[in-house]
């Protein structure tokens, strides 16, 4: 039987089929959006012409990653309460977005993070690290995403053994490329915005659907989950299951909780879609709309996660490939059978596709921007020069993700998602805020807290437990690290936030202060345009 | 040494920045945005770290049963999800009224009035 590793009951043609329904209908729209995708602020920002609204579903699109659909459904399954908690960190962090970010970086920026860093700095070495800063992030960001892919595939469409993987992996990859290339940020946004919808309106059917079943009473729901979780079943509605059993464990799980909050404003695929709208104030409408939608859909997942540990159980969830993250698929098969199964499965795919597509071109629109056109040629690039540059890198990235996705398909989806968000709490966000809001700021201290949030961050996670030295787990024969056999960790704790995000602050400073340039002028005109709008890129209008 | 061409375009070159930064129509404006995001911003923080401490700590608080199987944790969690919605809605009203009107008369005499 071929569907021996996939979910029992999936129907793997339907889910196929499914998916490419889903693909055929975005690519149509991609190429229709790319008729008038021309210039460069064509192929970044969508020409500047999309609608708050608009904006606001893309972000949500982007934003529910895999890791956030399958992997906080599947935590609260297994793990109760304590995946509650992940969904919140992501949440409340739209509210430094909006209140801190959104705005006053649409207003002074053109495309990338580098622009909003280099504005009164020396342009050169601040674009070199700002891209350096976006091009890690994305990476760890990509690799998680692809990684999903891969035990997506092993789980939905029961393709069995490495190399079924790997030319699913490619096949994502590919298609990835074609919306990127083709589309450019009009085409990438639309294909987020339809992903969106079918990823709500797909989890708001099964949230209405659990919750009939207990009669709307969420307290029944929770009853039955406990029933159904066996002896570990009572613990599943306290905090604590899965981050409370040592000190350790614990203060982790605050230097976690610290990283979600901080790193979301910092992630810069999501800075620069605020590029996409024609003003600030669509910028705000567009984070408005996307705080209502993720927020809303974390509830949904809320019910689902104990839907599918009512339901489905823990156990059986446990011993399914792909384990947690096999918690909504199968609680899809328990209400609506193969075909629920293949739609919930298609989205999930969609999600992957859509997330990549939106990291890809973020990537490749910092490394044209920032690294071909302003530090290698000095701004004497034209703008068309500078789009093929954008297209040939986004091939590279695309290529380098794919072989990334295949090497990294055994990773922790979760864990590298939560290295990305390290990243972006700790280099970019302390930046970015001193360059908005600190008169004083200057290039050095720019310089000391990029790379330094990067080194200090990487640094602890190579040496923490994530990567070696936890203990082996009796059951599987196995170690929870990324490396098997070896301990050379020093650093305690899994999340390195709580350290390195306070020290980026803190080197921003340090290096700010030991500097003695000092640009007045320059900080006049940035805060003057921050705040008012004045002088702001304006809407293409074809 | 590279140029400090900025990529923004649109104003005017000759906009004196500096006396638009010091002119009491944007100093006002600073402290509106200032007075309301600041704060607020300390507050969902301190609000959330809480949160996450006594999840993290204090347990037994957490799991005190109010209603069913609906527990302290749970609906601190909820509240969490009302406090941003809440957030958010306070500052899109308080933008709407307090912001945009003085950022708008700002701008329009930047960009009509070059060199003023």
Redesign the interface.
């Known amino acids: 039987m071929t569907l021996a590793a996939g979910v029992e009951g999936s129907n793997s043609t339907l889910n196929i089929i499914i998916f490419l329904v889903f693909v055929a209908i975005t690519l149509v729209i991609v190429f229709r959006a790319s008729r008038n995708t021309k210039t460069a602020s064509d192929y970044y920002a969508a020409g500047r012409a999309f609608t708050g609204p608009q904006n606001g579903i893309a972000i949500s699109g982007d934003y529910l990653s895999a890791a956030s659909f399958l992997g906080i459904a599947g935590a609260i399954a297994v793990n109760g309460?304590d995946g509650?908690?992940y969904s919140?960190?992501f949440?409340?962090a739209?509210?430094?977005a909006?209140?801190?970010v959104a705005e006053l970086l649409r207003n002074?920026?053109?495309f990338t993070m580098g622009?909003v860093l280099a504005?009164r700095m020396?342009?050169?070495p601040v674009r070199a690290a700002a891209a350096i800063s976006t091009l890690v992030v994305s990476f760890f960001y990509l690799l998680a995403q692809m990684a999903g892919a891969g035990g997506l595939v092993n789980l939905l469409l029961g393709i069995e053994g490495e190399a079924g993987q790997d030319v699913v992996i490619a096949v994502v990859g590919v298609i990835m490329i074609v919306y990127v290339l083709i589309g450019g940020m009009k085409g990438t946004t639309w294909v987020q915005i339809i992903k969106a919808a079918l990823l709500i309106v797909g989890a708001f059917a099964m949230t209405l659907w659990v919750l009939g079943k207990y009669g709307f009473?969420?307290?029944?729901l929770?009853?039955a989950a406990?029933d159904k979780g066996g002896k570990g079943g009572a613990a599943l509605?306290?905090?604590?299951k899965q981050?409370?059993k040592t000190g350790t464990t614990?203060l982790d799980?605050?230097s976690l909780?610290?990283a979600l909050?901080l790193g979301t404003a910092g992630l810069p695929h999501v800075l620069m879609r605020f590029y996409t709208v024609p003003t600030a104030?669509d910028a705000?409408r567009s984070?408005?709309w996307a705080?209502?939608l993720i927020?809303v859909f974390?509830?949904f997942t809320l019910v689902l996660g104990y839907g599918a540990g009512a339901l489905v159980g823990p156990d059986k969830i446990s011993k399914a490939p792909g384990t947690t993250n096999a918690a909504a698929p199968l609680l899809a098969l328990e209400l609506g059978g193969p075909v629920l199964l293949g739609f919930i499965s298609a989205v999930a795919f969609a999600t992957i596709l859509a997330v990549v597509a939106g990291l890809t071109i973020t990537a490749s629109a910092s490394f044209a921007h920032d690294v071909y056109a302003?530090v290698l040629k000095?701004?004497q690039v034209s703008t068309g020069g500078e789009v093929r540059v954008a297209r040939i890198t986004a091939l590279v990235i695309g290529a380098l993700a794919i072989a990334g996705g295949i090497l990294a398909k055994s990773q922790n989806v979760a864990f590298l998602v939560a290295l990305a968000f390290a990243v972006a709490a700790s280099a970019n966000l302390p930046t970015i805020l001193y360059s908005l809001f600190w008169k004083r700021f200057n290039t050095q201290g720019a310089l000391w807290s990029i790379y330094g949030g990067l080194v200090v961050t990487i640094v602890l996670i190579v040496f923490s437990p994530a990567v070696s030295g936890k203990p082996v787990d009796a059951k599987t024969g196995k170690s929870a690290s990324m490396i098997q056999g070896v301990d050379f960790h020093w650093f305690p704790l899994d999340n390195p936030g709580l350290v390195s995000i306070p020290a980026a602050f803190l080197l921003g400073w340090l290096g700010t202060v030991l500097s003695k340039e000092r640009n007045?002028?320059?900080y006049?005109?940035m805060?003057?345009?921050a705040?008012?709008?004045?002088?702001?890129?304006?809407a293409v209008t074809h | 040494m590279s140029s400090t061409e900025h990529d923004v375009g649109g104003a005017e070159p000759q906009t004196d920045w500096e006396s638009v930064q010091g002119s009491p129509e944007f100093t006002d404006l600073r402290r509106r945005l200032r007075v309301f995001v600041f704060p607020m911003t300390a507050l969902f923080l301190l609000w959330y770290l809480l949160y996450v401490l006594l999840a993290d700590y204090a347990h037994g608080f957490m799991s005190t049963k109010l209603a069913g199987n609906i527990n302290v944790g749970l609906v601190f969690g909820l509240l969490q999800f009302v406090s941003t919605f809440v957030i958010t809605g306070l500052y899109v009203r308080y933008a709407n009224r307090k912001l945009d009107p003085v950022s708008d008369e700002i701008r329009a005499r930047i960009e009509g009035e070059p060199g003023k």
């Open positions: 309460y509650f908690l919140i960190g949440l409340v739209w509210l430094v909006l209140l801190l002074t920026g053109k622009d504005f020396k342009q050169t009473n969420l307290s029944s929770f009853q406990v509605l306290d905090p604590g981050y409370g614990k799980f605050l909780g610290i909050v104030k705000r984070v408005v705080i209502v927020g974390y509830l302003s000095k701004g007045a002028k320059k006049a005109e805060e003057v345009r705040l008012t709008g004045a002088g702001a890129e304006k």
